[in-house]
C-alpha cells in the first residue's frame, strides 16, 4: 500500500509566528544570532556572498557544526578577476566555536562574522588567505513569513532562513600569498538554521537559490522541492525590491520555469541554464531570468564523507550534490505582453541537492 505524504507547510498563520517567537513585519538582531545553540542533531550556517568591482566573486560561510559529519567551520570561495580560483576551509573543535543568541556575533578559531542586521564585520585568515569584509547593508532585513518551512504532521521538523542584508556595500580588503588587493562592490548575507541534520536528508530534495543587484532593482528568489516523504512539496520564495522598497514578494503571483536543462558531469544531476521567476499579480507583471555562464563550485556532497558515515548516508537516500554558478541576471517590466523596461547584471546562485533525483512530473 503506497504510504500517503507527511506534511509540509510555511505559513504566515499566528499560530507559527508564536511557535518561532517572531514578530510579524518586524526582525529583531536576535534572529540572527544562534538559533539552535548547539543542540543535538541541528545545523546553522551563516553566508556571505560579493560581487566586486573588478568582476571578482567572494563567498563566505560560517557552519556551527555538529561534531558529526565535520566541526565547526569557515568556507572560502574566491574567484579573482583573472577566473583563479582558491577554496579554503578552516575546521576547528567544538571549544574554539562561539556565538551569542542575542545577535550575529560568531567566532571559529580566529576568524569571526558579526553585525547587527545593518552593517557586518566578516574576518578569515588561513595559510594561503586574508580576508576583511565590510558590509553595509541598503535593503532592510527580509524574510519570508517567519522564514520556517515545517514538516510532519505535527511541525516536527523544520528549516529556517533569514536574508539578513538583502543587498549592501561592500568593502573588502583580499591578500593572496602576502598580495593585498582593495574592492569594492555589492554583498548579501544570509542565515539558515534547522532542528535536525539527519532529517534534512528527507526535508529537502533540492533547491534553487539566487540573488542579484539589477541596476535600481534587487531580487532575492528561492524554489525548494521537499523530499519524497513530503510528496516532493514546492515551495516558491521571492523578493523584489526598489529604491529600498519591496515591490513584490508574493509567492502566490510567482511562476517558476526552469529550461535547457543538462547532465551535470561531476555530480551527475540534472540542471538548468536557465531559470525564470515570473512574477503577475494583475497590476504589476515582472520577469527575472537567471543565465548560467560558468560554474563557480561544483561539489559531490559525499566527497569528504567516508566509512561508516558514508554508507549509513547512502543507506538514508542521501545523494547530495552543490554547484554555484556564475552568470547574468535580466529584470524585465511589463505592460500588457510588451517589455517597457530590461536591466540585466552579473549574479551568483546554487543549486543544492540532499536527495535523489526526483522523477520526472
Known amino acids: ?54 568582476d571578482s566573486s567572494l563567498v563566505i560561510t560560517f557552519f556551527a557544526g555538529s561534531g558529526k559529519m565535520r566541526g ?18 578552516i575546521t576547528v573543535s567544538e571549544e574554539a566555536f562561539h556565538s551569542s543568541s542575542k545577535g550575529c556575533d560568531v567566532r571559529i578559531g580566529d576568524c569571526w562574522f558579526k ?74 548575507h544570509d542565515h539558515n538554521w534547522g532542528n535536525s541534520m539527519m532529517m534534512m536528508l528527507k526535508m529537502l530534495n533540492h533547491w534553487y537559490w539566487g540573488r542579484a543587484k539589477i541596476g535600481e532593482y534587487q531580487v532575492i528568489s528561492s524554489y525548494i522541492t521537499a523530499g519524497k516523504r513530503y510528496g516532493y512539496s514546492e515551495f516558491p520564495i521571492f523578493m523584489l525590491e526598489k529604491d529600498g522598497q519591496i ?10 520555469t526552469a ?29 527575472i531570468t537567471y543565465q548560467r555562464e560558468s560554474d563557480l563550485s561544483n561539489k559531490g556532497g559525499m566527497g569528504e564523507v567516508t566509512g561508516l558515515k558514508r554508507l549509513l548516508a547512502k543507506l538514508s537516500g542521501y545523494d547530495g550534490a552543490y554547484i554555484r554558478f556564475a552568470g547574468k541576471a535580466t529584470v524585465e517590466r511589463f505592460e500588457g505582453n510588451a517589455a517597457v523596461e530590461s536591466v540585466s547584471a552579473p549574479a551568483i546562485w546554487e543549486l543544492m541537492y540532499v536527495g535523489k533525483t526526483p522523477p520526472e512530473k
Not at 20 to 27: H, L
Not at 247 to 256: P, S
Not at 270 to 286: A, E, S
Request: aromatic share 16%; glycine share 10%; hydrophobic share 30%.
Open 115 to 188: 553585525g547587527d542586521l545593518h552593517s557586518y564585520d566578516i574576518y578569515f585568515k588561513n595559510d594561503k588567505l586574508e580576508i576583511s569584509v565590510k558590509l553595509a547593508g541598503n535593503v532592510p532585513a527580509w524574510r519570508h513569513e517567519t522564514g520556517h518551512i515545517f514538516f510532519g504532521n505535527h511541525d516536527e521538523y523544520y528549516f529556517a532562513w533569514l536574508p539578513a542584508i538583502p543587498e549592501g556595500t561592500v568593502d573588502a580588503g583580499i591578500s593572496v600569498d602576502g598580495k593585498t588587493t582593495h574592492l569594492v562592490g555589492t554583498g548579501y
Open 1 to 54: 500500500m503506497k504510504r500517503k505524504p507527511q506534511r509540509a507547510i510555511q505559513s504566515g498563520d499566528p499560530y507559527y509566528y508564536e511557535k518561532t517567537g517572531e514578530m510579524k513585519g518586524c526582525i529583531a538582531p536576535w534572529e540572527d544570532g544562534f538559533r539552535t545553540e548547539g543542540r543535538k542533531g541541528s545545523f546553522e550556517w551563516w553566508y556571505f556572498d560579493a560581487h566586486l568591482e573588478d
Open 247 to 256: 515591490i513584490a514578494d508574493d509567492e502566490h503571483f510567482l511562476h517558476f
Open 259 to 287: 529550461t535547457d536543462a543538462y547532465i551535470d558531469r561531476e555530480t551527475k544531476k540534472p540542471v538548468h541554464n536557465r531559470l525564470i521567476y515570473d512574477y503577475d499579480d494583475g497590476k504589476q507583471h515582472y520577469r
Open 72 to 89: 565547526p567551520s569557515v568556507d572560502v570561495d574566491y574567484t579573482s578577476a583573472d577566473g583563479t580560483q582558491y577554496s579554503e576551509r
